[in-house]
């Protein structure tokens, strides 16, 4: 059974930084790309950013470009995404994904979802 784990949310003032972590498991994800998307209350899901199978590389939203930063663990079944500078407009549930191409990740439609976790950025 494929599973996606996210951790890592939690409160943080306008300013900070919070690490989230996606644990990937039940196939092997190193020939996978694997983003990040969330979805704000009252909002779409959006795409927030990807990285490739082999780590090499990385594409963001315009909105978060300069602040948050993707990896990959060397297995290749962890993802992070290290946000910094956090606006209260980052406050959402943010998913993980993975997806058989880079495409599909970044046309939004990856293979599976992580169940998400929920950042909260006050002012």
């Known amino acids: 059974q494929v599973q996606l784990v996210e951790s890592g949310g939690g409160l943080v003032q306008a300013g900070g930084s919070l690490r989230l972590s996606c644990v990937a498991s039940g196939r092997t994800f190193s020939s996978y790309a694997m983003g990040w998307f969330r979805q704000a209350p009252g909002k779409e899901r959006e795409f927030v950013g990807c990285?490739?199978?082999?780590?090499?590389?990385?594409y963001y939203a315009d909105s978060v470009k300069g602040r948050f930063t993707i990896s990959r663990g060397y297995a290749g079944n962890l993802v992070y995404l290290q946000m910094n500078s956090l606006k209260p407009e980052d406050t959402a549930v943010y998913y993980c994904?993975?997806?058989?191409?880079?495409?599909?990740?970044?046309?939004?439609?990856?293979?599976?979802w992580g169940q998400g976790t929920q950042v909260t950025v006050s002012s």
């Open positions: 990285i490739s199978w082999s780590g090499s590389s990385t």
């Open positions: 994904a993975a997806g058989g191409s880079w495409d599909s990740v970044v046309r939004e439609k990856p293979d599976y």
